[in-house]
């Protein structure tokens, strides 16, 4: 293993103190002490309160970012495509600069190119790790089974740095690797970025032996789809090797079999023994509420354990008819485009009309003509996009709203999980690999079973001797509509090259994908503390 280093400074442990209430579910446990200090492991449960802390650190990790981004996890997957969403106007904080892919403006850099947040996530399971190895075992004697209890503990953290650093390759590429626990990380050692095959070598490490500690079941009901599992493994797994397969050398259009397969087989595990299952179209909103059927893992935001927010992505996209007190107009107003190249049908019309008839003459006769129109039948666009009363489209796929005082509809929460792995996405996953294969008509199968299963017009349906291309388009379509505001659709463009027809800052003409302009520029701040630390590639020179 390479030794990392800590590029964050900070004073000690008791980060855990982010947490908020002490009732007995995994994710609410109350930090007594530093996580670091000695007697802190002398506590049974300490395995226990420590996760819990390192889970927070990761919620805080994507839901702070840049001023009127909220959060950072949908600025780099979503915004940044520049395609289902926009503001109203600037707002002088850089937002319109994302979407432009002008990622070095002043306040997107310096915000959305801090890494910290990262780190600290990080540091915390390398000491979680570090500690519970150590923990003797007459400590753990209280519980049923210290040795399942341990190798939980071990496997939480595993996933947690293992899906953190997974995030900080996608954006950044070459990262620090950081590994180990430190006594005291302001005197640890300086190191630079570690190149990314190596970081996602150590990624797929950790999740194969974070396999060999968890299990697909969970301890209790309250630790469902928000901590690990196998399942949650496997999904990281699938999306790191697919990933991997495109992206490890961009002048390459071939993906790299190997890991396709191991994607494949990653997927396998989890629908063949995940009992997972997508959730019925009669309760589309729980599978965004949380923990439904076929959520494999997400961030905690629920107002039943006092952990919604008004600081959710949904505040974006919300307005008055939604959260008292908004205005009329969301933040961010969703895409008539979007809508109508996603949302579609295709009709022959047979109508008597005029016809030019080449020998020189209009004729009136009997003919068909092909439209194309809004089509609202899926249920993904009646249930997830709506008009307000000024006529704008909206986003209500995240509108579980909460008042802590309810009498006068004061002090809103957004009582809404942050989806980061689900079954659909999984299935989904499927038909690129098939792609890839050259296994057209199995991605066709996938696609059109998504179509059907969400009531979608039949001319949407693709037929089995369909085109590469014509599969490729629909299966990035499918991926938009069913994953809209979760986190993936930028990643997708840039896996499967699509990037270079939607996201015009990275078409062929412009030479950025083949510099690796999608990843992310460092905040100069952090250059201060490392002077081994080296500006992203494509941006050097320009920040």
Known sequence: MKKGKNIILFTGFALLMLLSVSCKKVLDQEPRNSTYGEAFWKDPNAGTTAVAGNYALMRDMLSTGMINTDNRYYAYGETAANLGYTMFAADGYGNMDIQNGNFAHNYVAASLGDWTAYYKTIAMANIILKQMNAVPESVLAVHDNPENYKNNILGQALFIRALTYFMLVRTWGDVPLVIEAYDDPIRAPHLGRTPKLEVMAQIEKDCKEALTYLKWEYNNSSEKSVTANKGAVNALLAHLYLWRATVSNVSSTTPIMADVDKAAEAIFEIETRGSYALTDTSNYYQTFIGRSSESIFEINKSENTLEGTNRHIANLFLNRDYINGYGINPFYRVNQSYLNSHFYKVETVTAWAWYWDPPGQWVWREGTTTTKSPD???????????LSENNVDMCIKYSNVIYRNPGQKLDHRISNNMNIFRLADMKLLKAEIAIYKNQDPVAVDI?????????????????????????????????????????????????????????????????????????????????????????????????
Not at 376 to 386: E, G
């Open 376 to 386: 609202n039948s899926d249920i993904r666009r009646r249930k997830n996009f709506t």
């Open 447 to 543: 696609i059109n079973s998504f179509r059907t299963r969400n009531n979608a017009h039949a001319s949407q349906l693709l037929t089995a001797a369909a085109p590469r291309d014509s599969v490729m388009n629909a299966y990035i379509e499918e991926r938009y509509k069913e994953l809209f505001l979760e986190g993936h659709i930028f990643y997708d463009l840039i896996r499967t090259r699509k990037c270079f027809d939607i996201i015009g800052w990275l078409s062929p003409t412009s030479n950025r994908f083949a510099q690796e302009g999608f990843y992310w520029p460092v905040a100069p701040a952090l250059f201060k503390e490392n002077k081994y630390l080296v500006q992203t590639q494509y941006w050097r020179g320009k920040i």
